[in-house]
C-alpha cells in the first residue's frame, strides 16, 4: 500500500522538474525599456537561446509573450510564434520575436516573459529565467484646441462668437502630441467620415476654407486620432460669425426740415458698430464721435445750424471694420425769434417803461407782447405794440408800487412771411421789479477834521445797494428836498463848508432799482475852515520845515484810516462775541481778546494823533509820525481775527 502511495508522488515531482527544464532561453532583449509618454511607442523584444533540454525532440514548439499586469500595450505581430521542432539537447535555428506598442498605456513596471508549448504535450516559460522589464510612462489625454484665423482683425465677445471679416478662413488646430485631424463644417461625423483633413501630422494643424462660406454662424466640429491610434469619440468645436456686409445706417431724427437751429441727429445701424460724422468729408479718424452710443444707436445735439441745407457726412464701422458712409442734409427753416429791451435796466421801480421788439426776422403782421409775474401766474397784461421801422416794435408797460419784490417774465408770439410762427425771446425775456425802499441806516456820525472839513462816517450792512444821497442844509430840519451829493462809500470828506457855519446831514441808501430808502437820523458838525490858505504861509514864516499839503493831507486820511479800523473791530467783536457761547474753540484761541487789544492799540493811535497839532510839526516829523502809525495800523489789520466761521 506504502509503494502504490509514494510512486505517484515520485511521479509528480519528476514531471515538475521535467517541465521547468525542457526549454531553455538564455535572454529576452531588450531586458529593460522605457514606452509611451515621451519615449517610444514601439518595441521589438527578441529571444535569444532557445534551446531544448530534452534527449527527445521537441514537436511543433510554440513561443507566446506575455506581460504581467494590466498595461495597456498591444501587440503588433502576433503574440504567438511558431518556432518549429527543435532537436535534442539543441538551440532552436529560429529567434522568436514580437513587436508591441502604447495603446492605452497605464502607467506602471512590468514583466515580460515567454510561455512555451509543444504537441509532445509539455509546457515551459522563461518566467524567473530570461525576463524585460518595461516601464510603461503615463500618457496625457489627448487635448485639442481649435482657433479662427482671418485676414483682419478678430473681434471676440465673452457671451456671442467671434466675428470674422474673412468669408474662407484658416482653421488652427494644436494638439498635445502628434495627431491627424479631420473636420466637418456645420455638422457633427465619425472620424473617417469628416469633410477635410488638416495639414500637419504632428502638433500643428491647419485648414484653409478654399470656398466662400456663406455670411452668418458656422460651427466647425473636429476630431483627432494619436500615434497610439486613439481616435476622439467626441468633437471638438469652434463657431465664428461671418460678416462680409457693410453696416446698413439709418437716420431716424430728423426725418424732415426743422424750426430751430440745433436739433437731435440720430441714426441706428443694423449691427454692433462704431460711427462718427462730420460737416466736412474727411477720413473716419479725424471725424467726430456722437455722444451717446449703444453700438446700434447713435445721437448727439447738433447746434448753430444754419438757415438752410446743412450737410452732414456720416461713417460707420461695424467690430471687423466693414464701413459704410452716408450722407445727409438737414434743412433749417427757423422761426422767427425776438429781443426784448426796455429803455431802462431792471431791476425796474414803479412807473412807466418804453418796451422795445426786435424780431429776427420780417413779420407778417405786429406781433404780440404780454408780460406775467413768476409769483402770479393768472396774472397777465399785454404791452400794446406800434411798428416803429422796418422790423421794430415799441409799446409802454406801466409797473405799480408792488409790495414784494417781483420777477417778471415777457410771452411773444410772431409769424414771418413764409407763416412759420415762433415764441421764443432770445434776450430780454425776464425783468426784475423791485419797489421796496432800502433799510434805514442806524449808524452815522459827522465831525469836523484839522483841515475844517467836515466827515461823513456810516455802517450799512442790511443789504445790496447801489449807492448813497446825501442831503445838507444849515438847518436842522434836513430833508429830501435839500439833496446834496451822492457817494459810492459809506463815507464821504465835505470840502465845500465855511469856518464857522454848522452844517446838517442825512443820508439815505439808493437800491439798484433806483428806489431811495428813509432818511438817517440828522448829523451835524462845525466847520472850522479857514477862509484862506494863508494859514500855511504864516506856518512857513516861523517855521522852516512847515508841513506840506500832501503831508497834512496824509494825516488827515490816516485819522480817517483810524476811524474805520475802530468801526471793523468793534463789528469783529460782535461777531465773535455771538458764536463765543457756542464754539470753544474762541477761547481756546485767546480770539476775543486780540481784538481788544487791538482795539485798545489802535485807540491810543488816535489819541496821541489828536493830541498833536499837524500845523506846528515839521514836513519831516510829521512823516516820521505818520509811518510808524501806519507800519501799527497795518500790523494789526494783518494779524487781527474779523470773523469766525467753523467747518466740520
Not at 505581430?77 to 529560429?94: D, F, H, K, R
Not at 477635410?196 to 494643424?205: L, M
Not at 465831525?447 to 461823513?456: E, K, M, N, Y
Amino acid at each position: 500500500m506504502k509503494s502504490k502511495t509514494l510512486t505517484p508522488i515520485i511521479v509528480m515531482l519528476f514531471m515538475i522538474s521535467f517541465v521547468s527544464a525542457n526549454i531553455q532561453t538564455v535572454s529576452l532583449s531588450p531586458s529593460s525599456v522605457d514606452l509611451c509618454g515621451d519615449y517610444s511607442n514601439y518595441v521589438t523584444l527578441s529571444a535569444t537561446g532557445v534551446t531544448n533540454q530534452l534527449n527527445t525532440t521537441l514537436t511543433d514548439v510554440k513561443a507566446k509573450l506575455m506581460i504581467i499586469g494590466n498595461s495597456g500595450l498591444a501587440h503588433i505581430t502576433n503574440q504567438e510564434v511558431n518556432i518549429g521542432n527543435i532537436a535534442p539537447l539543441s538551440a532552436s535555428t529560429i529567434t522568436p520575436s514580437w513587436t508591441i506598442q502604447c495603446s492605452n498605456p497605464n502607467g506602471g513596471v512590468y514583466s515580460a516573459y515567454i510561455d512555451y508549448s509543444t504537441t509532445n504535450p509539455l509546457t515551459a516559460t522563461s518566467l524567473g529565467q530570461a525576463e524585460s522589464t518595461i516601464i510603461v510612462h503615463q500618457v496625457e489625454p489627448l487635448e485639442v484646441n481649435v482657433s479662427v484665423i482671418e485676414g483682419q482683425s478678430t473681434v471676440v465677445d465673452d457671451e456671442l462668437p467671434p466675428v470674422i471679416s474673412d468669408n474662407t478662413p484658416t482653421i488652427d488646430v494644436d494638439t498635445n502630441r502628434d495627431s491627424i485631424c479631420k473636420g466637418s463644417l456645420d455638422h457633427d461625423e465619425a472620424f473617417d467620415d469628416m469633410d477635410f483633413i488638416f495639414f500637419g501630422t504632428q502638433k500643428i494643424h491647419e485648414y484653409t476654407f478654399t470656398s466662400p462660406l456663406s455670411e452668418g454662424l458656422h460651427e466647425v466640429y473636429v476630431k483627432c486620432k494619436d500615434s497610439f491610434d486613439f481616435t476622439m469619440q467626441i468633437s471638438t468645436t469652434i463657431m465664428f460669425i461671418v460678416d462680409t456686409s457693410n453696416p446698413e445706417i439709418e437716420v431716424v431724427n430728423p426725418k424732415s426740415s426743422i424750426t430751430q437751429d440745433f436739433v437731435d441727429f440720430r441714426i441706428k445701424t443694423n449691427e454692433k458698430s462704431t460711427c462718427k460724422y462730420s460737416d466736412d468729408d474727411e477720413s473716419f479718424g479725424n471725424m467726430i464721435s456722437f455722444e451717446e452710443n449703444n453700438e446700434t444707436y447713435f445721437s448727439s445735439t447738433l447746434t448753430n445750424l444754419e438757415v438752410g441745407d446743412n450737410k452732414y457726412y456720416i461713417k460707420c464701422r461695424d467690430i471687423v471694420g466693414n464701413e459704410h458712409s452716408l450722407d445727409y442734409t438737414i434743412e433749417v427753416e427757423l422761426p422767427p425769434t425776438a429781443i426784448i429791451s426796455v429803455d431802462v435796466e431792471p431791476p425796474l421801480k414803479a412807473g412807466t417803461y418804453e418796451v422795445t421788439v426786435l424780431p429776427s426776422k420780417n413779420l407778417r403782421s405786429i406781433p404780440t407782447l404780454s408780460y406775467s409775474f413768476t409769483d402770479s401766474p393768472t396774472f397777465s397784461r399785454y404791452v400794446s405794440l406800434e411798428k416803429s421801422g422796418s422790423n421794430l416794435y415799441v409799446g409802454y408797460m406801466i409797473l405799480e408800487d408792488y409790495e414784494n419784490d417781483k420777477i417778471g417774465v415777457f410771452s411773444y408770439s410772431g409769424v414771418d412771411i413764409n407763416g412759420i410762427k415762433g415764441n421764443e425771446i432770445t434776450d430780454g425775456a425776464t425783468f426784475l421789479i423791485d419797489t421796496s425802499k432800502p433799510i434805514e441806516i442806524t449808524s452815522i456820525e459827522a465831525t469836523s477834521d484839522v483841515l475844517g472839513d467836515i466827515t461823513l462816517r456810516w455802517f450799512y450792512d442790511l443789504e445790496d445797494v447801489k449807492e448813497f444821497n446825501i442831503y445838507r442844509s444849515v438847518s436842522s430840519n434836513t430833508d429830501y428836498i435839500h439833496y446834496y451829493t451822492k457817494t459810492f462809500d459809506d463815507i464821504y470828506i465835505d470840502d465845500d463848508v465855511e469856518n464857522g457855519i454848522t452844517y446838517y446831514y442825512r443820508v439815505a441808501p439808493v437800491d439798484f432799482a433806483g428806489n431811495i430808502g428813509s432818511l438817517s437820523r440828522t448829523v451835524s458838525a462845525l466847520s472850522t475852515k479857514k477862509s484862506s490858505p494863508n494859514f500855511i504861509v504864516e506856518e512857513t514864516e516861523q517855521n522852516m520845515d512847515p508841513p506840506k499839503f500832501s503831508t497834512l493831507k496824509r494825516y488827515n486820511d490816516t485819522l480817517k484810516i483810524i476811524e474805520r479800523l475802530l468801526i471793523d473791530l468793534d463789528w469783529a467783536e460782535s461777531n465773535i462775541k455771538e458764536k463765543r457761547t457756542s464754539e470753544k474753540i474762541i477761547d481756546d484761541l485767546n480770539l476775543l481778546k486780540q481784538i481788544q487789544d487791538s482795539t485798545d492799540d489802535i485807540s491810543k493811535l488816535k489819541n496821541q494823533l489828536n493830541a498833536i497839532n499837524p500845523n506846528d510839526e515839521t514836513d519831516k516829523g510829521l512823516i516820521s509820525t505818520l509811518g510808524k502809525a501806519e507800519t501799527i495800523i497795518s500790523t494789526i489789520e494783518k494779524t487781527t481775527p474779523q470773523k469766525l466761521d467753523v467747518t466740520t
